[in-house]
């Protein structure tokens, strides 16, 4: 079928409406029938192949295309459906007035284009004899003030010529079916949500049968932990690995954002890592294999900060490294606090990276260390954040308890801070006490 393509037309001026048209019954009869359907409908692109089909029935045209604007931008417009009057689907890519489109998306004024009956024939193929395209039509799909699209139509010259009562009921028309459109798109965001929500929640329960139980068994050690997400996912990770004959591996991490992406990754990272301690192992090796790991995985779009703190439950002794993650507070029995330092980079921004494995940090009965990701430190009244003197403060007020006790001291501190707000981040702390 021959239709004109963009640049050989030569239309006339847009043809306005005469303020007094009225709809004929039948003309309202498809506006009430079509608002029927946009309230019935739910199902997006049929609403979509629906309204075409209707604008060209309700104006005897020969094709009809929707367009929606790419990202809201009337300079990206994306053929939803193109039809014909048979109600069959036309082949893409489908060749239209660029020039009737592109003015009417830009200026938004609904246009009547006539053609007169020597002008803008074009030959798609020697099959094609004589096919000219006499008249188009095209309004914008809106609600309110903001633009969603276009309905385009176009006729042959035999067939019809669009007149400016056609041009009212077409714009009336499509002001009507735009409110289908706005449904329709909402309902779909609405069911996208829900399954990204049950999606995450199945996240959520899977995570949780991933966290360890609180380690048993230790002769020098009372340790404990504990995370709360701020999504139904967790991006936070902590971890007790038992290795040698009494020794205890102790992690905690922190991905980088929130949502299904970073779950994904803490649980990729628990694997990984559990799988890097088996047999003998040093902490800056396995440190420098999950690294190398990452970045190649992720390329730089997700990183993770990670402490692996070794427990020599015999010598009560401790050794670590970091990546990146926030600093260990130490509050030795007769008050003083420390800090366990480190500067490695966080896992998965380059690879090759070298990290540091500590000196081994004697602990003396009734020192605590607490582990913890950023969500407490910057857990917020406004703005004043959490921080690291007040966390000092939730520890010396419950370090007669056992670790449980600090971690349940530690966040019911931050949820009166917070006044039980929405937590920006999540929120995961290990305590350490030496028996």
């Known amino acids: 079928?021959?239709?004109?393509?963009?640049?050989?037309?030569?239309?006339?001026?847009?043809?306005?409406?005469?303020?007094?048209?009225?709809?004929?019954?039948?003309?309202?009869?498809?506006l009430v029938d079509g608002i029927a359907e946009l309230i019935s409908t739910v199902d997006h692109q049929r609403l979509l192949v629906s309204i075409v089909d209707k604008a060209i029935a309700a104006v005897g045209a020969e094709r009809g295309i929707l367009f929606l604007f790419g990202d809201?931008?009337?300079?990206?417009?994306?053929?939803?459906?193109?039809?014909?009057?048979?109600?069959?689907?036309l082949p893409l890519p489908v060749q239209y007035s660029t020039t009737v489109t592109r003015k009417v998306a830009t200026e938004g004024t609904p246009m009547?284009?006539?053609?007169?009956s020597h002008e803008g024939a074009v030959d798609l193929s020697r099959s094609?004899?004589?096919?000219?395209?006499?008249?188009?039509?095209?309004?914008t799909l809106r609600v309110k003030e903001r633009r969603l699209g276009l309905i385009y139509v176009d006729s042959r010259a035999n067939q019809r010529e669009f007149t400016a009562a056609d041009l009212r009921f077409f714009d009336a028309l499509a002001g009507a079916l735009s409110i289908g459109?706005?449904?329709?798109?909402?309902?779909?965001?609405?069911?996208?949500?829900?399954?990204?929500?049950?999606?995450?929640?199945i996240a959520r329960h899977i995570q949780e049968g991933l966290l360890p139980r609180d380690p048993k068994g230790l002769t020098s050690f009372d340790v404990a932990g504990r995370a709360i997400p701020a999504e139904e996912a967790l991006g936070d990770y902590y971890d007790f690995i038992p290795v040698a004959e009494r020794d205890l591996l102790v992690a905690i991490g922190d991905v980088s954002g929130h949502g299904l992406g970073p779950a994904l990754l803490?649980?990729?990272?628990?694997?990984?890592?559990?799988?890097?301690?088996?047999?003998?192992?040093?902490?800056?090796?396995?440190?420098?294999?999950?690294?190398?790991?990452?970045?190649?995985?992720s390329d730089g779009a997700i990183f993770m900060s990670l402490q692996l703190i070794e427990l020599d439950d015999r010598e009560r002794v401790l050794r670590f490294a970091n990546a990146g993650h926030t600093a260990p507070l130490l509050l030795r029995a007769d008050g003083a606090i420390e800090t366990l330092p480190g500067d490695g980079l966080a896992l998965g921004i380059e690879e090759g990276m070298?990290?540091?494995?500590?000196?081994?940090?004697?602990?003396?009965?009734?020192?605590?260390?607490?582990?913890?990701?950023?969500?407490?430190?910057?857990?917020r009244q406004g703005d004043v954040v959490f921080g690291r003197e007040r966390l000092a403060q939730s520890?010396?007020?419950?370090?007669?308890?056992?670790?449980?006790?600090?971690?349940?001291?530690?966040?019911?501190?931050?949820?009166?801070?917070?006044?039980?707000?929405?937590?920006?981040?999540?929120?995961?702390?290990?305590?350490?006490?030496?028996?």
């Not at 809201?72 to 689907?89: C, F, M, N, S």
């Not at 990729?268 to 040093?282: I, N």
């Open 181 to 201: 459109v706005e449904n329709a798109r909402l309902v779909q965001e609405a069911i996208a949500a829900e399954r990204m929500k049950e999606q995450m929640k």
């Open 354 to 379: 070298p990290y540091d494995v500590s000196e081994p940090v004697q602990m003396n009965s009734g020192d605590v260390l607490v582990l913890i990701t950023d969500g407490i430190l910057e857990a």
């Open 112 to 116: 009547c284009w006539k053609v007169s």
């Open 266 to 297: 803490m649980s990729s990272a628990r694997a990984l890592l559990r799988s890097a301690v088996r047999g003998a192992f040093r902490l800056d090796e396995v440190l420098g294999r999950m690294n190398d790991q990452f970045a190649r995985d």
């Open 1 to 30: 079928m021959g239709w004109f393509k963009s640049g050989k037309d030569e239309p006339k001026a847009p043809v306005p409406a005469p303020a007094d048209d009225r709809l004929t019954a039948d003309q309202v009869h498809v």
């Open 395 to 435: 520890i010396l007020r419950s370090r007669d308890g056992g670790a449980t006790a600090v971690i349940r001291a530690i966040h019911d501190d931050v949820i009166q801070f917070t006044g039980n707000t929405d937590q920006d981040d999540d929120v995961t702390l290990v305590v350490i006490k030496a028996r």
């Open 128 to 139: 094609i004899v004589d096919m000219k395209l006499r008249a188009v039509m095209c309004v």
């Open 72 to 89: 809201g931008d009337p300079e990206k417009l994306v053929i939803q459906v193109a039809r014909d009057k048979t109600g069959r689907d």
